[in-house]
């Protein structure tokens, strides 16, 4: 099975970028779609977005004009930018590949905690 | 895109059955078939228990079981565990590419 690493800042200012690194081991990017989704400290999950092959994405709709998901195929990474973030944001963060065919989120990071502070 | 609704907190005792309904709407849980259950435990990463509103990837106990009927889709765990104690999730296909969780319930085996 495909292991999934999130890295990143731990703490972001308001107002600035959150950006995040998904790091795979185990087998190529290229040959998984990828999700991120998130989980508020003491609160339920929320999907944040999806990205196939040929790197098309879809986005919750809450948060479209934030976000970006791209592959960098070259460093079998996963990348996560959501920008304007406010204290809103603050949450564990997760990785995790997507099966299109059973439309399930299969495999998941062990994720990576983001706090919105100044 | 409102998240779908499942009760707070289902409990039950050992060898007990309990099950856990996840409520959306003819746009999500009611239009598509793929509803899929997550299982949390404290501190760690979800894990994928059923897919496809009823099927079970491998090495998901047959304990856990899915079901639908119009805008509401169930989980139920048969056989209640005390590993089974943890807090679930549904989540729904809700068109145009997009995807709703629910708000989560928590397990708690008496």
């Known amino acids: 099975q495909v292991q999934l690493q999130e890295s990143g800042p731990g703490l972001v200012k308001p107002s600035e970028t959150l950006s995040l690194t998904c790091s795979v081991s185990?087998?190529?990017?290229?040959?998984?779609?990828w999700s991120w989704i998130r989980q508020p400290p003491g609160k339920g999950l929320e999907w944040i977005g999806n990205?196939?092959?040929?790197?098309?994405?879809n986005y919750n709709p809450s948060l479209k004009s934030r976000v970006t998901i791209s592959e960098h195929t070259s460093k079998n990474q996963l990348s996560l930018s959501l920008t304007s973030v406010t204290a809103a944001d603050t949450a564990v963060y997760y990785c995790?590949?997507?099966?299109?065919?059973?439309?399930?989120?299969?495999?998941w990071g062990q994720g990576t905690l983001v706090t919105v502070s100044s | 895109q409102s998240a779908l609704t499942q009760p707070p907190s289902v409990s039950g005792s050992p060898g007990q059955s309990v099950t856990i309904s996840c409520t959306g709407t003819?746009?999500?849980?009611?239009?598509?078939?793929?509803v899929s259950w997550y299982q949390q435990h404290p501190g760690k990463a979800p894990k994928f228990m059923v897919y496809?509103?009823?099927k079970r990837p491998s090495g998901v106990p047959d304990r856990f079981s899915g079901s639908k009927s119009g805008n509401t889709a169930s989980l139920t765990i048969s056989g209640l565990q005390a590993e089974d104690e943890a807090d679930y999730y549904c989540?729904?296909?809700?068109?145009?590419?997009?995807?709703?969780f629910g708000t989560g319930t928590k397990v708690t085996v008496l």
């Open positions: 185990g087998n190529s990017i290229s040959s998984y779609y």
């Open positions: 496809g509103v009823s």
């Open positions: 989540c729904s296909y809700a068109g145009s590419y997009t995807y709703v």
């Open positions: 990205i196939y092959y040929s790197g098309s994405a």
């Open positions: 003819s746009g999500d849980v009611g239009a598509y078939n793929y």
């Open positions: 995790a590949t997507f099966d299109y065919h059973d439309q399930g989120f299969d495999n």
